[in-house]
């Protein structure tokens, strides 16, 4: 079963021009297009700032960057390279979905354990909002210094594996609650790991040692063999 948002992705995947199946691009973008918007980006905006984006062609050749974001706003037209370039926050694939991700987030604040909790969601309510993508990095940032939570999540554009030019990223989340017992039964072998691996090494240098001196008995088996057949004729 489909949720809503695959639903409307859906309506919008075509083949790009180099075989690629993809929701990031109108059916009539180019290669060259998506290269000269990149460049655009890396010159004008903060590191990374494709990765919640999407790129279509508008009728007299424009290229619309939406940003996916709640909040819908315009970022004005930009000349580049001789194309124009329309910045576009709000990409109504993303929007309310969004929204109702940033207001549960919002609300989940009154449960945080802690202020790197807090700053965590904040962050990502704002970037979720505005959709920028230095504020998904602050998230990311207080994330790594909530150490050892018993609930945790993660959200937003992240792997770019499935994007053709490997810029954009796909959306993800998760909730993960924390099994203690589990927890501290692989932390022992973590904190073992050091006394396990060598043991290890051990062993398989044990079992590594009469393959070898066996594989060295058939070798100069094997050139005795060739030379005896060598010098048959000689003798």
């Known amino acids: 079963m489909l949720l809503p948002a695959a639903r409307v992705m859906l309506q ?16 009539d973008i180019t290669r060259d297009d998506v290269d000269c918007v990149q460049r655009w980006l890396t010159s ?7 990765y919640n984006t999407r790129i279509f062609k508008c009728a007299d050749g424009t290229l619309q960057l939406r940003i996916a974001a709640a909040d819908a706003r315009d970022g004005g037209k930009h ?11 709000g990409d109504p694939a993303f929007a309310p ?4 991700a940033a207001d ?6 009154a449960h945080a354990a802690n202020d790197n909790q807090v700053e965590m969601l904040t962050n990502y309510s704002a970037h979720f909002r505005r959709g920028d993508i ?7 940032a207080a994330w790594v210094k909530d150490v050892g939570p018993a609930v945790e999540c993660n959200l937003g554009f992240i792997e770019s594996y499935r994007d053709p030019v490997g810029v954009r990223g796909e959306w993800e989340g998760f ?26 090494f051990a ?32 003798i």
């Open 203 to 234: 062993c398989a240098c044990a079992c590594v040692r009469p393959l070898a001196n066996m594989f060295a008995s058939l070798r100069a088996a094997s050139r005795h063999t060739c030379r005896a057949a060598a010098l048959a004729p000689c």
């Open 12 to 27: 919008h995947t075509h083949a790009c021009s180099r075989g690629s199946i993809t929701t990031y691009y109108s059916s």
């Open 79 to 89: 000349s580049f390279e001789g194309r124009d370039i329309h910045l576009m926050y």
């Open 44 to 50: 004008s905006l903060p590191a990374d700032s494709s």
């Open 175 to 200: 909730v993960a609650v924390v099994n203690r017992k589990m927890s501290e039964k692989f932390g022992g072998l973590v904190d073992a790991a050091k006394t396990l691996l060598a043991q290890v």
């Open 134 to 140: 230095s504020l998904h990095k602050a998230s990311q």
């Open 104 to 109: 549960y987030i919002d609300a989940a604040k």
């Open 97 to 100: 979905f969004l929204k109702a």
